[in-house]
């Protein structure tokens, strides 16, 4: 059976709700009744909204929705009834049923947001237990529950880089990060019209979301090292220093063969478009790139996990999108179990020498399942160091658990991009294929010194979670991030030249030079600091070196450094950084706007356009 919507009215008085309830439920009209169930989403996102109360108009008969927007009520008198469905913040609908004795009828709500006032709540009339009812007793318990903000994305604590003395700290010790999941995230809550949350704003990832060009590698290292110095614009006594690294691409037809299991999450929670749906199109795009020679696998799990596509040659591309295109979403989230399973499966189809991964696709909720946490990320360790990586895909909204997904794929040796719709997923999974599949470096970790005649202090902007123990650079056994094909990684240091009081919260040291003491002579007077990397050869165990020195040379910084620098700038006022001083939106719009260049994708133009809306729409307090 199926519903006719009504028009809006006032609910009936409380005194008929009662009597209606106390014939519904006596024992000679119960075999005159049935059940009413259905879900409960928002008209436009269509994600289900969790604690609607569904009525049965004229009866107090109500239930809640659960967290899929599922309800269910009985017993419900048959014949023509009008069902109710009320959340805060939006419109109350109702929908005219029939009910049938001793059947189901199932009716959907699709909600309006409407405008809500901060007192509003919802009494609701809660029917006693079957077994209750049974007894010839009806009773009606009235509650008052104010709604609260289910939303359950998750984001680790972010402390933000402060500057250290080169007297005390003369090293800064660090991994690389490909990721560019944050761009992509703080782009979708600012086109939201809401500010991201601070700890969901990692600035290297902001940075490293838009491509530059470098010098290309030569000799018998996969990725070339460059530097630039000039000034930074927050504080114009101050240096910028860009460090940067760049991987060749690679084509497509010139990949290792792939032996890829798509793992996918089916859960319940991943129902609405911009979950399930959005994650079948997203992959379609990448099965259309695949070739004879690469192999395919489908896991999901939900509830439990299961092997919906058996490892196919990557040309069925028609076989690959019929699998893709059956699933649907529904159940709890078994994501220990799941990853058990696709490992086992990319371990049975392994290719010597190819690019074993899996690819997990979810909005991040591991909440049901034998696996905890830690047990799930030694699994991955140990298929990471047998060759098989891990590249993660979050959707959604909601219930984004950022940081849990963050951690696996650097546990898994691959990347963690947030897909907030089909052109982010172009971008990732077919523009960006060679460096989302193919590892060119492992373990990439840079180790800089600071020449104390030219520098009295610093900081890493960003990488607060990629910092390492200055021992660890030379510790083949400290795991640290990839680089794949196509890769360009930037790091910036804002660097306080000798002489220059640098910005901290301690005292003076008692026993060691302060920072405006002339350091004793080092012979390397033309140097600003010194840049070492490491990195292992993809299938290698043993790390390898370069170094480049770099020159106190401040130059007129090139348009990729002009929009580097306008990208950090904005970071740092999304973060609230007290080291952003005087600069403003207004400061990064023009920085950017004149550091635009070749920007055939558009880009840099999106980027401008965001940082406009944060400004417009007030989202950021002014100084």
């Known amino acids: 059976m199926r519903s006719t919507p009504l028009p809006a009215r006032q609910p009936i008085a409380g005194f008929v709700a009662l009597l209606a309830l106390l014939l519904a439920t ?16 928002d008209a436009i996102s269509g994600q289900p909204l969790f604690a609607a109360q569904i009525s049965v108009e004229g009866t107090g008969l109500a239930a809640r929705t659960d967290r899929e927007g599922r309800f269910s009520l009985s017993p419900v008198s048959a014949g023509s009834r009008v069902m109710v469905a009320e959340a805060v913040g939006y419109a109350t609908q109702r929908h005219i049923v029939t009910v049938t004795a001793g059947q189901t009828t199932v009716v959907d709500f699709a909600l309006v947001q409407a405008a809500l006032t901060l007192d509003e709540v919802i009494v609701t009339g809660v029917a006693e237990p079957m077994e209750r009812m049974q007894r010839g007793v009806a009773e009606v318990q009235l509650s008052v529950v104010s709604m609260l903000d289910f939303n359950t994305e998750s984001y680790a604590h972010i402390d933000e880089n402060d500057f250290r003395l080169v007297s005390a700290s003369p090293l800064s010790t660090f991994s690389i990060d490909v990721d560019r999941a944050s761009y992509a995230n703080i782009r979708r809550f600012i086109q939201s019209g809401d500010r991201p949350p601070v ?37 114009r006594d101050h240096r910028l220093v860009r460090i940067g690294l760049h991987a060749p691409s690679v084509d497509v037809e010139n990949l290792p063969p792939g032996n890829l299991v798509f793992l996918l999450d089916v859960s319940g929670s991943m129902r609405p478009s911009d979950k399930l749906p959005l994650l079948k199109s997203a992959f379609a795009l990448l099965v259309e790139q695949l070739r004879p020679e690469d192999r395919v696998a489908i896991v999901v799990y939900a509830g439990a996990a299961g092997l919906v ?35 086992d499966v990319a371990r049975e189809n392994h290719i010597d020498g190819g690019n074993n991964r899996v690819i997990l696709a979810t909005d991040g909720d591991f909440n049901v399942g ?45 990347n963690f991009h947030y897909v907030d719709g089909l052109l982010e997923a172009r971008k990732v999974l077919v523009e960006e294929m060679g460096g989302t599949l193919l590892t060119l470096a492992r373990d990439v970790k840079l180790q800089v010194e600071f020449n104390p005649e030219r520098v009295s202090g610093y900081r890493l902007i960003g990488y607060e979670n990629r910092l390492l123990a200055d021992e660890d650079f030379n510790d083949d056994t400290k795991d640290a991030g990839e680089l794949g094909a196509g890769h360009t990684v930037t790091a910036l240091y804002e660097v306080v030249p000798a002489g220059v009081s640098v910005p901290r919260g301690v005292d003076d040291l008692r026993y060691q030079p302060q920072a405006d003491d002339p350091p004793p002579p080092s012979g390397f007077d033309g140097e600003l600091l010194y840049v070492k990397v490491r990195y ?50 207004d400061n990064v719009i023009r920085l950017a706007e004149n550091a635009r260049g070749d920007d055939p994708r558009g880009y840099r133009g999106e980027f401008i356009r965001l940082v406009e809306a944060t400004r417009d729409r007030g989202l950021l307090k002014e100084k």
């Open 26 to 41: 006596a024992p000679g009209a119960r075999a005159q009744t049935g059940r009413v169930q259905g879900q409960v989403t």
């Open 199 to 235: 700890d969901a704003v990692r600035i290297e990832e902001m940075i490293n979301y838009f491509p530059y060009g470098w010098g290309e590698a030569s000799g018998t290292h996969p990725f070339a090292v460059t530097t630039e110095v000039s000034e930074a614009p927050w504080k």
């Open 309 to 343: 596509l058996p490892s196919t040659r990557g040309d069925r591309h028609d076989k690959i999108t019929a699998a893709l295109d059956q699933l649907e979403a529904g159940g709890s989230t078994a994501g220990g179990a799941g990853l058990k399973l696709a490992y």
């Open 370 to 414: 034998a696996s905890s946490d830690a047990e799930m990320v030694r699994l991955i360790e140990r298929e990471r160091d047998s060759g098989t990586f891990l590249t993660v895909l979050g959707f959604g909204t909601g219930n984004l658990k950022d940081s849990k997904m963050e951690q696996i794929a650097d546990h898994g040796n691959g």
């Open 536 to 585: 292992k050869d993809p299938d290698g165990s043993a790390s390898r070196l370069l170094e480049h020195a770099v020159a106190d040379d401040v130059e007129s910084p090139s348009t990729d450094f002009r929009f580097a620098t306008a990208v950090a700038g904005f970071g740092m006022l999304l973060r609230d950084s007290e080291h952003a001083g005087d600069f403003t939106l």
